[in-house]
């Protein structure tokens, strides 16, 4: 089977970095992964299946992998070589379309019995992700064993599986997944007054598509966004107020009503979703998020650095939202075909042309483009 | 030697090159051959003894009695006095309010009149540093009175010190300055640069609440305002005439002083800005190539502060005291003396080359509404009569147009740019959807009243300002601009004049008739 394959390789790793830091999506062409035959992937048990991919995306957290730019904190937890691609829709060997869970669970692992957080339905906080009859890694595409979306065949659990209904697109069916994640942030808690979405990247507009219709706070949403397009998306999807992300201080003082010492709003936000998650993301959520407010983390950090008295001064939280639970995912199929969410997908690539893939994921906002996936339904051969 | 008329010309194959402002710089554009150039007259002759001037007319004043006779030991005075809005540059020391006011206080004082206050009438302008008063007043008058808290800035937003004197019979509410409002007389001391300041407009306006203020600087009274030069057929000065009345009526006695300054704008080496082309020296040509190439490599903060340092040589051309509408005849009459310029009908297209400031940008920034303004608000409503473009005609500015705001004179301004002119340029959305908001934000409030920033709702009045400009044009090109910025402002930019001139046809059509405002120095053109 054909496959990008992500190797364990100090000096590519380091020359990913290096070139990475130069332009975002150059760690494709001299970094670790590389296109290459392979023998399909073993099923771990009975009841894992076989799944050949017909889309899968590529996510701001493959494009850190590719650029070299992963915390280190991941290496416990993934296991190589793997394959990338989590956000999957592929074929069944009965013929039914799936969407892949990609979170490799207690149950997935064949744990028994399960940790607390995986009893309670929170797959997302599992405890055993680097435990049980599978090679380590909290997801598939970061997981040995099971290969991953970025290839012509994986491996599934059934319990990883849902059927996508017929009336759904695959260009739909892809963007589930990260979806799903986007309802997890906005269904967390429920606030009165003004909700700011900081990036305008996938996982920002989906944020604010599940915010307007899976919370509809009562006070505006405020989005941050760089590029028109994505001004227009994010107010398409139910943004109230689309500002670029250096004028959203000003936005939020105006909105609250706030007063501003120094660069620090007095009042600010209830809620600041960061859906960019860098030092100058976590630093304006600072400055913009109310006394008691909360800052939710929503797009993958990696090193920060950052100015932690606010948050101590005025009793903020910053809390990480990863991933999702099972109903997330089941709310985020109705909310990707009710909000229409298959326009994100803004252009396909086959494997052969992975570099421009993921450099064209890397440039997306710039190039007026949101969702870059992998199309594998022409390839020659789909083991 | 007696002044020249300002007077049109047509250009033909022999005109030189026309000079147009742009900001802090300047170009010179060839204009097709029939277009019309309307320039201003020369500088009025001054007055010989500007203080023998003003004596004169606080002791023969037109409508009242003579100054001396109206102060008695005891009394409160209030002298209020035009602020940084005017005179346009800043005049060369001594400033006309400093003399003014010497001599009101000369007077003040010999009739035993201790209880002097002095007012900076600000309306919702950004209040006046040490070392602006310091400059409009001098430094006897400063030292004499801000030390004790005698000299100040009205504060629009200050409701222990405002009045509620009554309202007009359409309903306008009038409060003004408490002080000034309960003193036993009230002295204003005007800077008339144009034919729009003065009159009743003075106190109903530069002492007012924006409670008040907003009874007329709003987009129905802008629209209706055809134009502000012209008194007679301006909303914005019935609707002050008729505040006027109601302080009248409530005992507030006001001895109005007016003057008139001479339309020399520019000091040397930028004279050659105010001079007819044909007309410049070799060293004036030359100026002009040193100081264009010069600027052109110069940081856009130091050129600010190289012409935010040029002090006009205005001088005093006439001083009028007493009744308030008996002496705004007068004063109008002679600013027309000085700005009026014939024109015979409309054109298809008006240029105009804006310069780097305006009355709400002293020191500070030309930001893109204030761009807007000048040339929609101001220049534009240059005219008597009616406009110098057609209906559906085409406005070509020259500006750089920075995204660029003075953060602490316009922190407003930079949120109306950013989040009203983001959503919408109609200037009745903008009012039904935005003012109440700006003009109760705490914040801007706060900055108001204890920073140097300019009121919460002054950038929607900028905007109004341009209503019936915006209302009345087919289309508004800015040539040179920053091109986000100026399709922000719902305008389209051109990288040259001949550009924006076939842009323009589009809209107006083939051949288009063209005129060229020569603006500064000011000119009202009367349009037949």
Redesign the interface.
């Known amino acids: 089977m054909r496959a990008l394959r992500f190797e364990r390789s100090l000096p590519r790793f380091a020359a990913a970095k290096v070139a990475g830091m130069l332009a975002p999506g150059r760690g494709a062409t001299v970094g670790p992964l590389r296109l290459v035959d392979i023998d399909l992937p073993d099923l771990p048990t009975t009841d894992w299946v076989r799944l050949r991919p017909r889309l899968a995306g590529i996510c701001g957290s493959d494009l850190a992998t590719v650029d070299g730019a992963s915390s280190r904190y991941f290496e416990p937890i993934v296991s190589f070589p793997f394959v990338p691609g989590h956000e999957v829709v592929g074929d069944l060997d009965d013929g039914t379309r799936a969407v892949v869970v990609p979170v490799l669970h207690c149950a997935v692992r064949g744990i028994d019995p399960v940790c607390d957080w995986c009893a309670a339905g929170h797959i997302n906080r599992c405890e055993r992700v680097a435990f049980g009859h599978l090679d380590a890694g909290l997801q598939t595409g970061y997981c040995a064993d099971t290969g991953g979306g970025w290839s012509t065949s994986m491996v599934a659990h059934t319990l990883q599986l849902r059927t996508v209904p017929d009336g759904m697109s695959d260009e739909e069916a892809v963007m589930v997944e990260p979806t799903a994640c986007a309802v997890h942030a906005a269904v967390a808690h429920r606030t009165e007054g003004v909700t700011v979405v900081l990036g305008a990247g996938t996982i920002g507009l989906l944020t604010i598509a599940a915010l307007r219709r899976l919370v509809d706070p009562r006070g505006p949403i405020v989005a941050t966004a760089r590029y028109s397009e994505q001004r227009r998306l994010a107010a398409a999807l139910g943004a109230d107020?689309v500002?670029?992300p250096g004028?959203v201080e000003?936005?939020v003082?105006?909105a609250t009503?706030?007063?501003?010492a120094g660069a620090q709003l007095t009042g600010g936000a209830d809620r600041v979703l960061d859906c960019v998650g860098s030092s100058e993301s976590l630093a304006q959520a600072l400055r913009i998020v109310r006394p008691g407010g909360v800052v939710d983390l929503v797009g993958m950090p990696a090193h920060v650095s950052l100015d932690l008295t606010s948050l101590w001064h005025r009793e903020v939280a910053i809390v990480g939202r990863y991933a999702y639970s099972a109903e997330d995912f089941t709310a985020a199929f109705g909310l990707v075909a009710e909000a229409r969410l298959g326009q994100l997908v803004s252009a396909t690539y086959p494997l052969d042309r992975f570099e421009d893939a993921i450099r064209h994921a890397a440039e997306a906002g710039r190039r007026g483009a949101v969702k870059i996936a992998f199309d594998l339904r022409n390839e020659k051969v789909r083991n | 030697m007696a002044h020249r008329p300002g007077f049109v010309l047509e250009v033909d194959r022999s005109t030189p090159p026309t000079l147009f402002m742009r900001g802090e710089g300047f170009s010179l554009e060839r204009l097709p051959v029939g277009s019309r150039i309307v320039y201003p007259s020369e500088a009025l002759p001054l007055l010989n003894d500007p203080e023998g001037a003003i004596r004169h007319a606080l002791l023969n004043p037109v409508g009242t009695d003579p100054l001396p006779a109206l102060l008695f030991p005891g009394m409160k005075l209030t002298i209020a006095f035009d602020d940084i809005s005017l005179p346009l540059p800043p005049m060369r020391a001594p400033d006309v309010r400093q003399r003014v006011i010497e001599a009101v206080l000369d007077m003040a004082a010999d009739a035993g009149v201790d209880d002097v206050h002095l007012i900076a009438a600000l309306a919702l302008h950004r209040r006046m540093t040490e070392a602006e008063l310091r400059h409009a007043l001098g430094d006897r008058v400063y030292d004499a009175f801000a030390p004790r808290g005698l000299l100040y800035n009205h504060d629009a937003e200050d409701p222990e010190n405002l009045l509620f004197i009554g309202e007009t019979p359409q309903g306008e509410e009038v409060e003004i300055n408490k002080r000034a409002a309960e003193s036993d007389l009230l002295v204003y001391v005007n800077i008339n640069l144009v034919a729009m300041d003065g009159g009743h407009k003075s106190t109903a306006t530069g002492l007012a609440s924006y409670r008040s203020l907003r009874h007329h600087h709003n987009v129905k009274t802008m629209r209706h305002s055809r134009s502000f030069m012209d008194q007679r057929h301006s909303e914005l000065h019935s609707s002050n005439w008729r505040m006027g009345e109601v302080l009248r009526k409530a005992g507030v006695k006001i001895f109005q002083i007016e003057t008139t300054l001479n339309n020399d704008t520019f000091p040397k080496p930028f004279d050659f800005l105010q001079k007819r082309e044909w007309e410049w020296s070799a060293k004036d040509r030359a100026t002009f190539v040193a100081s264009s190439r010069s600027l052109a490599r110069t940081p856009d903060r130091i050129k600010r502060s190289i012409f935010n340092s040029i002090e006009a040589p205005h001088n005093l051309t006439g001083v009028n005291a007493g009744e308030i509408e008996a002496v705004h005849e007068l004063t109008t009459a002679k600013v027309f003396e000085q700005q009026l310029v014939h024109v015979d009908g409309q054109s298809d297209i008006l240029t105009m080359g804006l310069p780097y400031i305006c009355p709400y940008n002293v020191n500070s920034v030309m930001n893109p509404i204030l761009v807007m303004c000048l040339g929609l608000g101001y220049f534009f409503n240059l005219y008597r009569n009616k406009p110098l473009v057609r209906e559906g005609g085409v406005l070509i500015m020259s500006h750089p147009t920075p995204w660029a705001f003075h953060p602490v004179h316009h922190p407003s301004y930079?949120?109306f740019f950013?989040?009203v002119l983001?959503d919408t340029t109609d200037p009745i959305e903008i009012e039904k959807k935005y003012e109440k908001?700006?003009a109760e934000?705490?914040?801007y409030r706060?900055l108001y009243r204890t920073s140097y920033a300019y009121h919460g709702v002054h950038p929607f009045y900028m905007w109004y300002w341009g209503a019936h400009a915006l209302e009345h044009l087919g289309g508004v090109i800015i040539i040179g601009g920053d091109t986000k910025a100026v399709r922000r402002l719902g305008f389209k930019p051109a990288s040259t004049l001949r550009d924006a001139l076939e842009m323009a046809e589009d809209v107006v059509g083939r051949d288009p008739s063209i005129t060229h405002l020569h603006a500064p120095p000011i000119l009202v053109a009367e349009v037949s």
Not at chain 1, 257 to 260: A, W
């Open positions: 107020m500002v670029e004028e000003r936005a003082r105006r009503g706030s007063l501003q | 930079i949120d950013e989040q983001a908001s700006f934000d705490e914040w706060h």
